[in-house]
């Protein structure tokens, strides 16, 4: 997909014929955009739409947890036990861990009087009732205090102790709409120990530390009280970001290729290299989505 929309940024002649074949591209991998369906690409790990498979409830099973249902590719959570243990749902993305670049995913808050939403990621395996994890995301009601309310927030965790952790409030322009589906995006770098996150576009955290000791192996939903309702939907980790989002942050590592629609200046050719014939660009597309859509149909 990536491919495909770099060849035709490469040439005018080419978009006619060209937005037809990235529309049918686009048809047959179930996405809106090249920029998602390049993410989808690069993807390490991708929640199925389809379902809730994969999911288990807890790890506390002491009390009733959080319900799970599959509703138009969401997964909504709702019920529960107020300001327990976690009793939400988890599931293992890796045995070994990875250490994405990008984790991204929509949220949507039903009730916005009431925390809920809450995502977190962990290294190691949960014990009887929580996770010690690296970091937590998620929405603050009025039940929280007052500088935290009808906001959302990451919470960032240390190695060995759930109790020390940096908090930082992501407070959009506009208070938060119930049932409005919001973009989240975090870029991990991995190298430096930072991360950042955005919120439909909007820079909220940026490079913030982040512990880079161990890679990622569990990720876990929950809302904190038992009158929440909220959803999760597009859960994915991997080389790209699927939502177009603000400048990375000037002390972060620039990225080592361009991302999706972002295209380098062309370099200065021979004339003889310029005047490329139209025929050889669009045989090139043409080649690529023969290669592309085979992918596509259901073994």
Excluded at 104 to 131: C, E, G, M, Q, Y
Excluded at 147 to 159: D, I, T
């Amino acid at each position: 997909a990536g491919d495909i929309d770099r060849l035709l940024a490469a040439d005018r002649d080419l978009l006619a014929g060209g937005r037809a074949a990235k529309s049918q591209l686009l048809k047959c991998r179930g996405e809106v955009t090249l920029r998602r369906a390049h993410a989808a690409e690069l993807a390490v790990f991708r929640d199925e739409p389809s379902g809730a498979g994969g999911w288990n409830p807890g790890p506390d099973g002491t009390a009733p947890g959080n319900r799970m249902e599959s509703e138009d590719g969401q997964l909504w959570l709702s019920r529960g036990t107020d300001w327990q243990s976690f009793q939400g749902v988890f599931r293992k993305i890796s045995d070994e861990g990875i250490r994405p670049k990008w984790m991204s995913f929509k949220v949507r808050i039903a009730t916005p009087s009431l925390s809920a939403a809450n995502l977190a990621l962990a290294a190691t395996d949960p014990f009887r009732w929580a996770f010690l994890p690296c970091l937590i995301f998620g929405y603050r009601g009025d039940d929280a205090s007052p500088q935290q309310r009808r906001c959302f927030k990451l919470e960032v965790f240390y190695p060995k102790s759930a109790s020390s952790h940096t908090p930082y409030i992501c407070r959009l322009p506009d208070e938060v709409e119930a049932d409005r589906a919001y973009e989240i995006a975090m870029r991990f770098y991995w190298a430096v120990g930072r991360m950042s996150v955005f919120i439909d576009g909007r820079t909220l955290v940026a490079a913030a530390p982040f512990d880079t000791s161990r890679p990622v192996r569990f990720l876990a939903l929950k809302n904190w009280r038992s009158s929440a309702r909220s959803a999760f939907s597009e859960l994915m980790f991997g080389g790209a970001c699927p939502y177009p989002v603000d400048a990375l942050p000037a002390c972060s590592p620039r990225p080592s290729r361009p991302t999706i629609l972002a295209f380098c200046a062309r370099r200065a050719r021979p004339r003889s290299a310029r005047a490329w014939p139209v025929g050889y660009l669009a045989a090139a597309v043409v080649a690529l989505v023969a290669v592309a859509l085979p992918l596509c149909v259901p073994s």
